[in-house]
């Protein structure tokens, strides 16, 4: 089946610092998502790329869908304590059958130092 | 809007009894409903895909007489761990959506734990 391959596993930035982190697999989506999850809670979603090459901004977070469509970056600016957290990748195929499933990848912790 | 509850959010039971999840959506009513687990410092996982008034779809490697799920309404789904063993601690996490193609709102979650 597929893999997705997140990086970093982990990251320790200063407050202000800016954050970026990547999604790549061995095959195609054709949608990809990012969801942030705090401690014992479920997933957030905070960015959703339906096209290749989309660049997408949600405050001071920015995701681009790669334009193989088998990547996929967020940037974090200007990081805050608040951004902690667990950050993960999904990729969805869509278009029918079985592929409205997400593949999620293993998830970055960031931490925050005030 | 597009919110999504789980009861209880943690749970310890004793091996070998079995323990009911519910998931709801407060606001929307979700045609399809998805039960994910969660070991800790790992991804979700995909257990089982249910689509109300039908029998959910279960992943490779999981058990459906182990895991029962019953999505009888359009704001409710259960998923009952039969026989529970200590292997079956962990996260399970339940997603909501309209249609199996949009968006999945998350619940919090349900820690269980099996002594």
């Known amino acids: 089946g597929q893999q997705l391959n997140q990086s970093p596993q982990s990251m320790f930035i200063q407050e202000g610092e800016d954050v970026s982190m990547n999604c790549t697999s061995s095959s195609i989506f054709n949608t990809w998502l990012w969801y942030k999850q705090d401690p014992g809670e479920g997933p957030v979603l905070l960015i959703a790329?339906?096209?290749?090459?989309e660049l997408t901004s949600n405050g001071r977070l920015t995701a681009q869908f790669g334009i193989t469509r088998k990547d996929s970056f967020l940037n974090i600016s200007a990081s805050i304590p608040s951004d902690v957290g667990i950050y993960f990748c999904?990729?969805?195929?869509?278009?029918?059958?079985?592929?409205?499933?997400?593949?999620f990848g293993k998830g970055t912790l960031l931490t925050v130092n005030p | 809007g597009a919110v999504v509850s789980q009861h209880p959010s943690w749970v310890i039971c004793k091996s070998g009894t079995s323990v009911k999840i519910e998931c709801r959506s407060l606001?929307?009513?979700?045609?399809?409903m998805f039960w994910y687990r969660q070991f800790p410092k790992q991804s979700l996982m995909l257990m089982a895909t249910s689509n109300e008034g039908s029998k959910a779809t279960y992943e490779q490697g999981v058990e459906k007489d182990k895991f029962l799920i019953n999505h009888a309404s359009l704001t409710l789904s259960t998923l009952t761990v039969t026989s529970a063993h200590p292997e079956d601690s962990s996260f399970y996490i339940c997603?909501?959506?309209?249609?199996?193609?949009?968006?999945?709102?998350f619940g919090p979650g349900t820690r269980l734990t099996v002594l």
């Open positions: 999904a990729g969805q195929l869509g278009s029918g059958g079985s592929n409205y499933k997400l593949t």
């Open positions: 606001d929307f009513q979700a045609t399809t």
């Open positions: 997603s909501a959506s309209e249609d199996s193609f949009n968006e999945q709102f």
């Open positions: 790329l339906y096209k290749a090459g």
